[in-house]
Each structure stands twice: as C-alpha cells, then as structure tokens.
Nanobody
Framework: QVQLVESGGGLAQPGGSLRLSCATA????????IGWFRQAPGKVREGVSC????????YYEDSVKGRFTISRDDAKSTVYLQMNNLKPEDTAVYYC???????????????????WGQGTQVTVSS
C-alpha cells in the first residue's frame, strides 16, 4: 500500500523558514516522481515543486523559485521541501503526491498525481 505522510508545517513570520517532510512507504522513491502541491482557501490546488525520479531534476512554480528547494533521501524514504523567505501568500495546506510520470513539466500537475498525503498546514503571518 502506498502511504505518504506530511509533517513540519506550522506558523512562521514573513521572511522565516520551514522544512516540510513527506514520509513514504510502499514504493521506491528512486523509481517514482514526487511532487509538493498546495491549496489555499478558495483557490485551486497547484503544483509547487516536483522532482524527476530519473535524474533528480527539480521543477518549481514561478512564485517560489529561488526560495523553495525540493530534495529526497532514498535511504529514509523521505522527501523534503525547504521553504525560505516565506511570504503571506505561501499560506496554504501543503500536500505531497506520488506522480505517474518519471519527469518533465507535465509531471507537476494535479492530474498526474496517483496518491496524496493528508496535508500539513503552513501559515505565514506577522
């Protein structure tokens, strides 16, 4: 059974940092692409950052480029999202997902998701 469990969310001030973790089970991270998505109140779920399983290449949504970094630790079966210089507009529930594609821009879409975690709340406010 595929399992994904997010953690690390919480309250941060603008300009602060958080690191999200996605603990996985039931599949090998080096064989499947993984993505981070977020959904703010009243808005559609969107791709934030995704990583190719083939070469580890990362893709980022424009608004988080230069601030967020996705990484993975295959030995620990865990995917991370390091979030720096947080802004109030980053406030959302963040989800990790197992993706159907190995890589490419098309992998970082809601339609590409095969399995979802339960999400972790990130709130950025002063």
């Amino acid at each position: 059974q595929v399992q994904l469990v997010e953690s690390g969310g919480g309250l941060a001030q603008p300009g602060g940092s958080l690191r999200l973790s996605c603990a996985t089970a039931g599949f090998a991270l080096d064989y499947y692409a993984i993505g981070w998505f977020r959904q703010a109140p009243g808005k559609v779920r969107e791709g934030v950052s995704c990583m190719s399983s083939r070469d580890g290449k990362a893709y980022y949504e424009d608004s988080v480029k230069g601030r967020f970094t996705i990484s993975r630790d295959d030995a620990k079966s865990t995917v991370y999202l390091q979030m720096n210089n947080l802004k109030p507009e980053d406030t959302a529930v963040y989800y990790c997902a197992k993706l159907r594609y190995a890589g490419g821009q098309e992998m970082c879409t809601v339609a590409a998701a095969q399995s979802w975690g339960q999400g972790t709340q990130v709130t950025v406010s002063s």
